[in-house]
């Protein structure tokens, strides 16, 4: 990076942050700190709830998975847009009507105290974690593509969100996060078209999704029954669509999005505008990854694409061995260019039989430089059992840096921070919100009149979710698996979460008892069996919230038969 990276780096960040703090400096009204301004039109409320599940793991690993397995992941979202239609027509009126600034507030309307805490601890252990890697995955990448300490990286991320969102809460965060995704948009946009002008002559867009294809990227849907297999249509239907209806309908940092536009109008269209665009997204981001890995069929590709870790061990006491493994990639990535070469100019001739003899020679020189790929990250894990290896992650990034021109730059770099403030400040707003409303005020209900007091003591619990997950971040170590880290802790709690509010929703017979300690009972089995079983994670949100409601209405007959109270 030059002088120009960084003059647009921090321009951008610092410009948005600032924008946020200035704008919202004096909101001390707490239906205005929490739920935001009255006047939000949808088009800020659409791509704020963007932009708050649009993390900076987004647009690092998700290239990468395109990268590496192909554009499948997209089968997750396939759900997305149905259960948003659900939250429109359901979940969206109730919030409004009762006039909540929670979604858990909901629960004590429905069934009792008890009930809407363990609804509201359930969301701020999952989001409260959650958060912690929000701002640890891309801080860990960053720091070692670009050479800055992880620590400092982490810090002054996390230092500069806590700033704007607690100085103006809601209306800060909306306000930032539709500038960040505007930032985000652009950035995509350069970056596709700086991809494209970096093909072969000649190969163009259609050339590269045939290649693409030919490899195994371009499948997107699989229609495999397996349960064990992690993206297939089924699992993104049916497991997505209870996690988005949980993530959307019922988890905090989404819900306070929504709930604070002029109009119901207002929040059900730019719900609706995620519904239409959140799938084309993902598939646009997903497609870049694969673009990259076409790029580097026709370029020198590195064995290990994270090439700092890498090098730092190549120079190493082991370095004979890694010298080794990089010689023997280059000379089977070679060979795999020439099989690519075979099978283009076999396609030209028209001759089916040998693009097929051709297409055979490609994908067996493909797994070749795979194998010796396992190799190294193998070496890598022996002389470092903690190191990195889920190198696609870096895949992207590492493009980045090595092909874009100056000023582009720091315009991808800007995209991938403006993700990490945007979904941190969504996701601390709302713990701040929720810690205030469902906990300082429950328990505290003499100073519900107190409109200042209420604002300074969101503003602590929102500055030390910050610090939480600060600390998290640096003192934790995560698994390699950051793409899917966020959404398999949302899988093992948002299904139980869901259950509540279909009980509360659907089963107007059953009470707070019932439904209290069945969701106790759904959570503790998703626990054991997410312990137990290989099943795909998204299938955790339709058995933890099919277990909560089946659980409900077996202990209210209970209850109900010995006649007990619920």
């Given amino acids: 990076m030059n002088t120009l990276d960084w003059l647009i780096l921090l321009g951008t960040m610092l410009g948005i942050a600032a924008y946020g703090a200035w704008h919202t400096r004096h909101t001390d009204n707490l239906n205005t700190y929490l739920k935001g301004n009255a006047s939000t039109g949808w088009g800020t409320i659409g791509l704020s709830v963007m932009a708050t599940q649009a993390s900076a793991i987004t647009f690092l690993s998700i290239p990468g ?182 993530y959307f309908g019922t988890d905090q940092s989404q819900v306070q999005r929504y709930i604070g536009g002029a109009r119901m109008r207002e929040g059900r269209l730019g719900l609706m505008f995620n519904a239409v665009l959140k799938i084309p997204m993902q598939f646009f981001i997903l497609l870049l990854g694969a673009l990259v890995f076409v790029f580097y069929q026709f370029q020198p590709a590195p064995v290990f694409y994270n090439r700092v870790e890498w090098q730092r061990h190549a120079a190493g006491p082991n370095g004979a061995v890694f010298r080794s493994l990089e010689e023997r990639h280059a000379t089977l990535h070679a060979e795999k260019h020439g099989a690519l070469q075979a099978w283009l100019a076999a396609k030209d001739t028209g001759d089916s039989a040998a693009v097929e003899t051709a297409h055979a020679k490609l994908l067996a020189a493909d797994a070749a430089t795979n194998v010796v790929r396992a190799e190294a990250k193998t070496a890598l894990l022996a002389v470092d059992p903690r190191a990195h290896t889920k190198d696609s992650d870096y895949v992207f990034i590492g493009f980045i840096l090595a092909e874009l021109p100056h000023g582009a730059i720091g315009l991808l770099i800007a995209v991938m921070i403006a993700a990490a403030l945007g979904s941190k400040a969504g996701e601390l707003n709302a713990l701040g919100t929720t810690s205030t409303i469902d906990f300082w005020r429950v328990f505290r209900p003499l100073a519900a009149h107190d409109e200042r007091r209420n604002v300074r003591v969101a503003k602590w619990f929102t500055a030390f979710w910050g610090l939480f997950a600060i600390s998290f971040a640096l003192f934790a170590s995560f698994a390699e698996n950051l793409i899917e880290a966020i959404n398999i802790l949302g899988s093992i709690f948002y299904g139980v979460v869901l259950g509540i509010f279909l009980v509360a929703f659907f089963l107007k017979r059953v009470g707070g008892t019932a439904v209290f300690w069945a969701a106790v009972a759904a959570q503790t089995l998703v626990f054991i069996l997410y312990a137990s079983l290989t099943i795909s994670y998204l299938w955790y949100n339709l058995i933890g919230c099919a277990a909560c409601m089946l659980f409900s209405l077996l202990l209210h007959a209970v209850l109900h038969r010995k006649g007990l109270e619920e």
């Avoid at 000649?202 to 290649?211: I, K, P, R, S």
């Fill in 65 to 246: 998975q395109g990268f590496e397995s192909g554009i499948g992941f997209v089968q997750n979202y396939f759900g997305l847009p149905l259960a948003l239609i659900i939250v429109c027509a359901v979940f969206l009126p109730l919030y409004r009507r009762l006039d909540v600034y929670t979604a858990y507030e909901f629960l004590g309307h429905r069934f009792d105290r008890k009930t809407r805490l363990l609804g509201a601890g359930l969301f701020l252990m999952q989001r409260g974690l959650a958060a912690g890697v929000t701002i640890y995955a891309p801080a860990i990448i960053l720091s070692t593509v670009l050479g800055w300490r992880l620590d400092l990286t982490i810090i002054c991320t996390g230092l500069l969100v806590i700033v704007y969102t607690v100085t103006g809460g809601s209306v800060a965060v909306s306000l930032t996060q539709k500038w960040q995704m505007l930032v985000i948009f652009g950035g995509m946009i350069t970056a596709f078209i700086v991809l494209l002008t970096k093909l072969p002559a000649g190969l163009g867009f259609h050339g590269a999704a045939e290649v693409a294809g030919a490899m195994g990227k371009l499948q997107a849907v699989d229609f495999s029954l397996d349960p064990d297999r992690r993206y297939t249509l089924w699992s993104g239907l049916l497991g997505g669509l209870f996690l988005s209806l949980s």
